[in-house]
């Protein structure tokens, strides 16, 4: 499987709206940067208005990442 195959079967099988899903909404902007590094496209690696040069850029991402994988907790739990 292709990364992108792999992120439609994660929005077929367990995500109920993936418009609104942070966690798939990150993994194609990861391989969208993926596709700019594999096409020698560096100037477009940017995340955040932050270049990849930066190490802001990679510790955003990084954050973002581990946020959206975080599981959702319901918002009346006491």
């Excluded at 510790?59 to 994988?69: E, K, S």
């Amino acid at each position: 499987m292709t990364f992108g195959q792999k992120i439609n079967f994660i929005e077929q099988q367990y995500i109920k709206n993936p418009k609104f899903d942070d966690y798939v909404k990150l993994l194609k902007t990861i391989k969208l940067l993926r596709n700019h590094l594999a096409h020698g496209r560096l100037e477009k690696l940017v995340y955040k208005n932050y270049r990849f040069s930066d190490p802001r850029a990679c510790l955003i991402l990084l954050v973002d990442f581990m946020n959206a994988a975080k599981p959702k907790t319901p918002k009346n739990v006491s």
